[in-house]
């Protein structure tokens, strides 16, 4: 999706469609386990937010865009599925490639804003998902990473459909 001439850019994301995932919210400390969240079918979500972003990113068009190939060959939204979505923080996506093989990171929103953001996308995506009567009965959900955290993750994938969308 690409934005208007009039909209600046608020949000970039790559959506990764997916058969499992998990990542890791808090490293093994002192004899404790160390902590994950997971989800069952659905995406994954690497997000980055730019300058100026509001809470009102598209949540609504994210948990409906048809990535999801069902038998006899048409698609289907995250919500029509139903599946979970895991949301992970990616600040490289605000990269641009400069001469000599470099990247620079630019345009993205203080570290506090981009955690709200990130927050209330989750939040937002919740709500849709517990207005759906068939998300509520297969038991989907919604989980996030750490926002400005290094994260270690675990994606599996039968057929990796992969998009990169921008709001």
């Known amino acids: 999706m690409k934005q208007s001439a009039m909209s600046p850019l608020q949000a970039r994301t790559v959506v990764q469609q997916c058969s499992q995932a998990k990542v890791k919210v808090r490293p093994a400390l002192d004899g404790a386990d160390a902590q994950w969240v997971e989800i069952e079918q659905g995406m994954v979500v690497f997000v980055c937010f730019f300058h100026g972003a509001s ?8 948990m409906s865009i048809k990535i999801f190939r069902r038998d006899g060959g048409h698609t289907v939204s995250l919500l029509e599925l139903p599946g979970s979505v895991l949301f992970i923080h990616q600040e490289s996506l605000l990269g641009e490639a400069l001469p000599r093989r470099r990247m620079q990171m630019r345009g993205g929103c203080e570290l506090w804003r981009g955690a709200q953001l990130f927050s209330g996308l989750a939040s937002a995506c919740r709500e849709l998902m517990a207005g759906s009567a068939k998300c509520r009965t297969v038991g989907v959900k919604v989980e996030q990473g750490v926002y400005g955290e290094k994260q270690e993750m675990v994606l599996s994938s039968v057929e990796p459909t992969t998009l990169l969308l921008e709001f």
């Open 55 to 62: 809470e009102d990113v598209a949540p609504r068009r994210l």
